[in-house]
C-alpha cells in the first residue's frame, strides 16, 4: 500500500478514535453505551453473585403486609408503630424509601415524627427531571423535588432515591449529589450510610471520604452500582412480621434497616443482570452495601483514562497490521489483541474494576473495515497489474520457463547440469526474401514461422529457448528432463520439416524460400541464469549446444534438410529411425569426429506422411 494512503488511514482512524475517547473521557452518553452495558452484564454473569454484607436489611411492605395492615400505603400511625418496633429491636440506623408528601389521612404525621426522630433516620425524597439528561461531568439537576412533609424533614435526614439507568432501564449509577434549586442535595443512598456511619460522609474530587476510607466515584459523583444477586439476596424481612413480632431475634440489632415496598402492584421496579423485576429498595441497598464494604465498582477518570489508551493502541496497531502484514494475519492479530482486553477486563471486573469493552472495538473496528475494503482494492488493482504485467514479461520467455521461474523465483539461482536434447531450425532462402518482402513483409512472414515452431515444439513438449532471426533454438528436457526427451525431439523434427514445407507451398513462398534446415544433438548442458543482475535470461550452454548449431550447418554441406546425431537416435527409446545416410563428420571446435544421420526435405516429409496415413515408421510401439 502507498505511503500516502497509509498516512491517511491513519490520520482518519486516529480522528474517529479521538472523538469517541473524548466522549468516553468526558462522560457523556453515546451509542456505544447499550454494547458496553451488554459486554458488562456478561462480566457480571460470568463472575457471578457475590456474598452481600449483612449489615443491611430490608423490611418489605409487602403483599403479606398490606392485606395484614388492609391499606396501602400504609397509614401513618401503622408507619410510625413499624419505625418504633425496627427501635425496639436494636435496629441502628433508619432509611425510608416511601415518598411521605401528604396526609395520609390517619392524622398520625405527629406520631410519626415522633418515632423518626427516636434514631438516626433518612426519608426519601425524589427529584422530578421533564428533560432527560445524558450525564457528563455535571451534577443531576432535577427541575422539581418532591420533599417529605415539613414536620418530618425536621426529626429525620432527606436524600434523593433517583438512580442513573442506561438505555435498557438498568440502574448503573447512583448520584450521590444533585443540584436543586435549593442547592446541593445528597442521595438517600449517602444520606443513609452517614446515619449508619455516625458521621457525615464527605466528598473530594472523585472520590466520597467515609472515616478513614476513600471510596473512588464516577464523573459528577456518581457511584458505579455493583450487584450481589438476585432479589432477596439482602436479608428481606416482611412488614407484617416486625408488626406481629414474628421475626427472628437479633435480626435488626445493629443494622441498618431500609423500609420499602415490594407489594404487587406497587413500588418501583428494574431489571438487572441477576433479576428482570428487582425492587427499587435492593437498588438502594446495593448502593449502601457498596458504599459500606467497598465493593462500588471503581470507574473514575483514571480507569477512563487507560479505557482512552488502550482503544487507541488497539487501533494504530490494528492499522498497521492490515497496512503491512497480509489481511489474514492482520485479522488474526486484531481478533487476538481484543479477545485479549476482553479476558482482562473481565478478570478485572473480578477485583471491582470497571474497564470498557465496547470503546477498543468501536474505536478500531470501523477504520479497520475501511482501510482493509481499501487495501483490498488496492491490491486487486495491483494484482490485476501483476498479472497483466506478468503476462507480457512470460511472452519473452517460453510459457514452461515463465510458469517455473513464477512458481520458484529461486529458479536456476545456481546452474544445473541435466541431459537435454537440442534441435537447432531455420529457413533457407530467407536473405533473398527479405530483400523482396522489406521489413514490414519479413515480419508477418517470421512471425507466421516462429508461431509454426512454437506450437509444434509445444505438442511435442519441447521448450522454444531463443529465436534468430529465421531460425530458432528448441530444447527437450527443460526445466525438468523427462525419460521420452530424446523421443519427443525426433518426432518434433520431422514433424516440423512437413510442417514448414506445407506452410512454404501453402502461402506461396517457394520461389524465396527453397527449404528448411534442422540439426539435433542430445547430452549434457548446464542450464544457468545469463546476463547482468538486473537483466538475465535462462540459458542453455556446453558442447551438445555447438555440436547441434554445427550439425545444422552441416546438413547444408550435405544437401540435407535433417542432421541428426546418432547419440540423439540412440537415445530415443521409444521411437526407431531408419536414416537413409550415415556420415561421420568432424565437427570444428571438436577433436573427435561425430556420426550423423541425414535427411533430405522429401525423406524427411515421406517419413512423416507414413504417420499421417497411418503407418508410423519412428515408432516403436503405440503410445498413448
Known sequence: MPIRLALVALLVGCLWSGWLVQTHLSGWASVLDRAETVLLDLRILIN??????????????????????????????????????????????LAIDILLTGNAGDGGSEKLATALGTLPAVIAAAGQFTVEQSGGSYLPKPDKVLNPLPSLRTEAATGLVNVSTDTGGTPRHIPLVFATRDGPVPSFVLSAT?????????????????RDRLQPLDFAWHLPLNYYGPGETFRTLSAQSIFDGSFAAGALNGRLV????????????FGTPFDQILPGVEVLATGIANLLDGSALVRNSMIRRIDAVVSVSIMLIALSAVIFLPLAQATILYLLLVGVWLVVITFAYGQGYWFNGALPVAASLPPLVMIAIVREVFDRRQTSRFAVANEALSRFQAPGLARRIAEDPGFLLRPVEQDVAILFIDLAGYTGLTERLGPGGTRDVLKAFHTLVVNETARHHGVVLDFMGDGAMIGFGIPDARPRDASDACLCVFDLVAAVQDWIASSDLGDDLSNVRVGGHYGPVVLSRLGHETQQQIAATGDCVNVASRLMETGKAFEASVALSATLISSAERCTLDPPRLESVDIRGRRQNIQIALWTSRQAAALRSGVRNGRDPTAAHSEP
Open 48 to 93: 457471578g453473585p457475590r456474598k452481600v454484607i449483612d449489615d443491611v436489611v430490608i423490611v418489605a411492605v409487602d403483599d403479606e403486609t398490606v392485606a395484614g395492615t388492609g391499606s396501602y400505603p400504609l397509614g401513618q400511625d401503622n408507619l410510625a408503630l413499624l419505625i418504633d418496633k425496627i427501635r425496639q429491636a436494636g435496629a441502628r440506623a
Open 194 to 210: 452517614g446515619r449508619y456511619l455516625g458521621s457525615d460522609p464527605t466528598l473530594t474530587r472523585d472520590a466520597v471520604r467515609l
Open 258 to 269: 431500609l423500609v420499602g415496598a415490594t407489594a404487587t402492584g406497587v413500588g418501583d421496579r
